[in-house]
C-alpha cells in the first residue's frame, strides 16, 4: 500500500509543477501583453484617440487594483480630451476620487493636473488652481530628479495657461521666465516639453501685438515639432491654428487661410469640435477681413453651427461635475456621525451648483461680447482695407485719363463723407452726371479703387453707416427695422436685411441683440 502511494506521488508531482509552470507562464504572458496594449493606447491618445479609447475600454475590464484602473481611467481622460468631448473627460479624471490615497504620487500627480485643466476650460480658475497646488506638494515626494523636473514641467505649463486663457499676459510671461529659469537644464535635453514651453510664448507675445517676437516663437516651435517627429495631431491643430492667426492679424491673409487649412485638416482626424469651431471663426473672420463675403458666409456659418454644438457640451460637461463633486460629497456626508455636519455638506453643494451656472452664463456672455468686439473690429480692417486706393490695372478696355480719375477718386470721398449715398434713387447713371463724367469712367475708378461694382460700393457705404448710428446713437437700437432701411437708403425691409446680412455675416437683428447686450453688461458693470 505504500509502495502505491509513493508510485502515485511520483506521478502526480511532476504533473503539478508543469502545471503550475504553465500556469505562471500564461499569467506572465497576460501580464506583459496588457502591458504591450497599454503602451500601445498611449502611443495613439494625440493621432487616433478613438482606437486609444478602444484599447483603454478594454483593458478597464482586466484591471484588477486601484493603480491599474487610475491609469487606464486617466488614458480614457486624456483621450476623451483630445476629442474635445469634455463630459466624458470629467467622467474619468474625477471618478477615481476614492482611490487616490492608493495610487503613486506620479500618477496622483497626472491626474491632478488633468483635473485643473479641464477645470480652467469651464472657467473654474480658483478650483483648477487648487488642484494645482495639490499636485506641487506631491511633487516634492518625488526622489527621481528627471521625473520631477518633467512632471514640474507640466504643472508650471498648466498654470502658465491659466493664465494666457484670460489674457493675463503679462502675468503669462513672468511664469514663463520662472519655468525656464528654474528648469533651465532640463528642458536643454526634453525637445517635446521645451517646445510646449516655445508654443506658449509665442501665444503670449501674439497677444501683446509683437509679432515679431510671436514669429521668432513660432519658426522655434516649428522647428522642434520637425525634430520631435511625433505624430501629436492634437497639438499640430493648435499650432497651426495659431500660425494661422498670427498671419490674420499681420493682414497676410493668403498665408494665414493657408495655415487654418491645415489645422482644420488635423482636428477633423480627431474629430475635435472645440478646435474646430475655432478654426472655422478665424477663417470667418479673415474672410471677412479680405472682404471675400461668399467665403466668409460659408465659414460663419460653419462657426456658429459648431459654436451652438460645443455650448451644448460645455453645459453637459458644467451639469456632469456639479453631479459628480456631489455625489463625492454626498460619500463624505455617510461618513459623518452629526446631523448638522451634513446639511453643512449639502449647502456647499447647493453653492458649488449656484456658482457652476453663474460661471457657465457669464462665460456664454462674455463670449458674445468678444465676438461682438470682433465683428466691429474686423469691420474696421475691412473698412480700411476699402477706402485705401491700390495702384492695380482698370479693366482691360477702359482708358481713363490720369486728370479724369484724380478728379473723379476726390468726388467719390467727398460723396463718402456727404452721406448722399442714402438716396434710394442713386444710381451709377445719376452719380456720374452728378459727377459730370460718363458711367464707364466712374465705375472703372471704383472698380480700381474700391474693388467693387457700384452697387457693392453703395450698399457698404450704407451698411457702415447704419452700423455706425447702431453704435454711437443709443435710440436707434429701439428703432424697427423697416425705419433703419428707410434711414440707410432702401425701399423695403427685406432688401435692407438681405444685404445687411451678406455684408456682415448675421442679420440686423442679432447684431442689435448683441449690441443690447454689451451696453447691459456695460451699465452692471457701472453700477458695481
Same mark, same amino acid.
Given at each position: 500500500m505504500n509502495a502505491l502511494k509513493q508510485h502515485n506521488s511520483f506521478i502526480y508531482k511532476p504533473i503539478i509543477f508543469v502545471g503550475l509552470y504553465l500556469s505562471l507562464l500564461f499569467s506572465t504572458h497576460v501580464i506583459a501583453q496588457e502591458n504591450d496594449l497599454m503602451l500601445k493606447a498611449e502611443e495613439l491618445i494625440y493621432s487616433n484617440p478613438d482606437e486609444a479609447i478602444k484599447i483603454a475600454q478594454h483593458l478597464l475590464k482586466t484591471n484588477k487594483n486601484a493603480q491599474e484602473k487610475t491609469v487606464t481611467k486617466l488614458?480614457?481622460? *486624456?483621450?476623451?480630451? /483630445? *476629442?474635445?468631448?469634455? &463630459?466624458?473627460?470629467?467622467?474619468n479624471a474625477f471618478d477615481n476620487y476614492s482611490q487616490l490615497q492608493h495610487i503613486d504620487p506620479s500618477t496622483q500627480i497626472e491626474v491632478n493636473i488633468l483635473k485643473a485643466n479641464l477645470l480652467k476650460n469651464i472657467f473654474l480658475d480658483k478650483k483648477a488652481k487648487e488642484y494645482l497646488l495639490l499636485a506641487s506638494k506631491l511633487n516634492k515626494e518625488i526622489v527621481k530628479t528627471k521625473l520631477k523636473d518633467s512632471l514640474q514641467s507640466l504643472i508650471d505649463i498648466e498654470k502658465i495657461s491659466i493664465h494666457l486663457s484670460r489674457q493675463e499676459n503679462d502675468k503669462a510671461l513672468i511664469e514663463i521666465k520662472k519655468t525656464e529659469n528654474k528648469l533651465n537644464h532640463f528642458y536643454k535635453n526634453n525637445i517635446s516639453e521645451k517646445k510646449n514651453l516655445y508654443?506658449?510664448?509665442?501665444? /503670449?507675445?501674439? &497677444?501683446?501685438?509683437?509679432?515679431? @517676437?510671436? @514669429? /521668432?516663437?513660432? &519658426? *522655434?516651435?516649428?522647428?522642434?515639432?520637425e525634430i520631435e517627429k511625433t505624430n501629436n495631431l492634437y497639438q499640430k491643430s493648435l499650432i497651426y491654428r495659431e500660425l494661422g492667426k498670427l498671419y490674420l492679424l499681420k493682414k497676410e491673409f493668403k498665408k494665414s487661410e493657408e495655415n487654418l487649412f491645415i489645422a482644420s485638416k488635423f482636428a477633423e482626424i480627431i474629430n475635435n469640435p472645440i478646435v474646430l469651431t475655432k478654426i472655422n471663426k478665424d477663417l470667418s473672420i479673415n474672410y471677412l477681413a479680405s472682404n471675400k463675403k461668399s467665403q466668409h458666409k460659408v465659414y460663419n456659418d460653419k462657426y456658429l453651427v459648431l459654436d451652438t454644438q460645443v455650448e451644448q457640451m460645455e453645459q453637459e460637461s458644467v451639469n456632469t461635475l456639479y453631479n459628480m463633486l456631489t455625489s463625492q460629497n454626498e460619500v463624505i456626508l455617510k461618513n459623518e456621525a452629526k446631523t448638522y455636519q451634513n446639511y453643512i455638506y449639502l449647502l456647499l453643494a447647493g453653492i458649488l451648483a449656484i456658482i457652476l451656472i453663474g460661471v457657465y452664463f457669464l462665460t456664454k456672455n462674455i463670449n458674445k461680447e468678444k465676438r461682438l468686439k470682433e465683428i466691429i473690429k474686423y469691420l474696421e480692417i475691412s473698412r480700411n482695407n476699402y477706402t485705401k486706393p491700390t495702384k492695380k490695372t482698370v479693366t482691360k478696355g477702359i482708358h481713363i485719363p490720369e486728370d479724369t480719375e484724380k478728379q473723379i477718386l476726390a468726388k467719390l470721398k467727398k460723396f463718402e463723407m456727404s452721406n448722399k449715398f442714402l438716396n434710394n434713387e442713386m444710381s451709377l447713371a445719376v452719380l456720374a452726371g452728378q459727377f459730370e463724367t460718363n458711367t464707364k469712367y466712374l465705375s472703372g475708378v471704383i472698380n480700381k479703387h474700391y474693388h467693387d461694382n457700384f452697387k457693392t460700393f453703395i450698399n457698404k457705404l450704407r451698411i457702415n453707416y447704419i452700423i455706425n448710428k447702431l453704435q454711437n446713437y443709443p435710440n436707434y437700437i429701439n428703432y424697427k427695422i423697416s425705419f433703419l432701411a428707410e434711414e440707410s437708403g432702401y425701399s423695403s425691409h427685406s432688401s435692407f436685411a438681405t444685404v445687411f446680412k451678406s455684408i456682415i455675416g448675421m442679420s440686423p437683428v442679432t447684431f442689435i441683440k448683441l449690441i443690447q447686450e454689451e451696453r447691459k453688461e456695460l451699465k452692471s458693470k457701472k453700477a458695481l
Open positions: 488614458l480614457l481622460a *486624456k483621450s476623451y480630451l /483630445v *476629442k474635445g468631448d469634455y &463630459n466624458q473627460s470629467i467622467l508654443f506658449l510664448k509665442e501665444q /503670449v507675445y501674439n &497677444n501683446l501685438t509683437l509679432y515679431d @517676437s510671436a @514669429s /521668432v516663437y513660432m &519658426n *522655434k516651435t516649428l522647428s522642434l515639432l
